[in-house]
């Protein structure tokens, strides 16, 4: 089941637990150096990030604090932070793939553990 993005745009769609959606804006990181600079020396994000494969993140160097849900490789939420500029995140053993937002916005999305998520890369998958 391992999914392999090409970096680019598409579309998160959350599927909450209460059986709604939410379709999101996303950017698609999958690249050594797109994944590497991730949201490094923004102000904001439109949507989402996924990177991907990842396990963690940091947030040295960022200007914002930023949500981080882990997912599984099924993409299952396992876990949501939010972390401040200047932090080293815990990887996540079971992690495959990081999203990354701002802060505060996940939970409206309903993005908890346990929701899932589809990813629709504009570019399909390889």
Known sequence: M???WRDGRG??????TD???VPLSLEIATS???RTKGLLG????DGAMLLSPASGVHTFRMRMAIDVAYLDRRLR???VRTMKPG???LPRFRSRHVLEA???VMTGWGLTVGAVVDVEAEGGVS
């Open 2 to 4: 391992g999914r392999r």
């Open 11 to 16: 579309k998160l769609v959350v599927q909450r």
């Open 19 to 21: 059986g709604t959606s």
């Open 32 to 34: 050594y150096r797109a």
């Open 42 to 45: 923004r102000d904001s994000v």
């Open 77 to 79: 939420v396992i876990a």
């Open 87 to 89: 932090r080293m995140g």
């Open 102 to 104: 701002e802060a505060g």
